[in-house]
T-cell receptor
Framework: AQSVTQLDSQVPVFEEAPVELRCNYS??????LFWYVQYPNQGLQLLLK??????LVKGINGFEAEFNKSQTSFHLRKPSVHISDTAEYFC???????????FGTGTSLTVIP | NAGVMQNPRHLVRRRGQEARLRCSPM?????VYWYRQLPEEGLKFMVY????????ESGMPKERFSAEFPKEGPSILRIQQVVRGDSAAYFC????????????FGPGTRLTVT
């Protein structure tokens, strides 16, 4: 089974500053990687996904992530955050032979005006 | 273009009662997944179903929990004789097919056991 680690449980950042949310996974088998965002009392919305191809993936709302196979990481970045980016962010991993997504424990991003 | 629908959004049950959570997948999706989110934790997989079949229930507690996805109607997650530890947010997701396809999530049902 996969283990997904989001090292930072809370990340405060000032508005218009850059941010990086870290995600590492455990398995070396072929994986697919996702970042979801959850606003308070809502479901999860897909930000971006890596299935194959270019290791730099661009998503919605100006977010991007880079897949690093050697470091088993899939960190999420945004060059300039907005107040509206305040939310919980979850990294998820799926194996090509599996049925489920494995989620990290989430990173709470707070954008400070 | 309705997304994944879940109802109720909030459910309060007393210890020992039954909880029924419903999930209608996106149109055209025949794969449904249930996840549980405990406070301060990520989502944990519970069960994966296709129409009329349970494909993977490796994340389901052995007792009191069951799930179904009938030929007609929504998927149902049923929790019998609820206990306080069942208080959580339960999310349903659906996908177009099996494999690394995006899972679309519903808004969740927040179950509170008093």
């Amino acid at each position: 089974a996969q283990s997904v680690t989001q090292l930072d449980s809370q990340v405060p950042v000032f508005e218009e500053a850059p941010v990086e949310l870290r995600c590492n996974y455990s398995s070396s088998v072929s994986v697919y990687l996702f970042w979801y965002v959850q606003y308070p009392n809502q479901g999860l919305q897909l930000l971006l996904k890596y299935l194959s191809g270019s290791t730099l993936v661009k998503g919605i709302n100006g977010f991007e992530a880079e897949f690093n196979k050697s470091q088993t990481s899939f960190h999420l970045r945004k060059p300039s955050v907005h107040i509206s980016d305040t939310a919980e962010y979850f990294c998820a991993v799926s194996e090509n032979t599996g049925n489920q997504f494995y989620f990290g424990t989430g990173t709470s991003l707070t954008v400070i005006p | 273009n309705a997304g994944v629908m879940q109802n109720p959004r909030h459910l309060v049950r007393r210890r020992g009662q039954e909880a029924r959570l419903r999930c209608s997948p996106m149109k055209g999706h025949s794969h449904v997944y249930w996840y549980r989110q405990l406070p301060e934790e990520g989502l944990k997989f519970m069960v994966y179903l296709q129409k009329e079949n349970i494909i993977d229930e490796s994340g389901m507690p052995k007792e009191r929990f069951s799930a179904e996805f009938p030929k007609e109607g929504p998927s149902i997650l049923r929790i019998q004789q609820v206990v306080r530890g069942d208080s959580a947010a339960y999310f349903c997701a659906s996908s177009l097919d099996r494999g690394p396809y995006e899972q679309y999530f519903g808004p969740g049902t927040r179950l509170t056991v008093t």
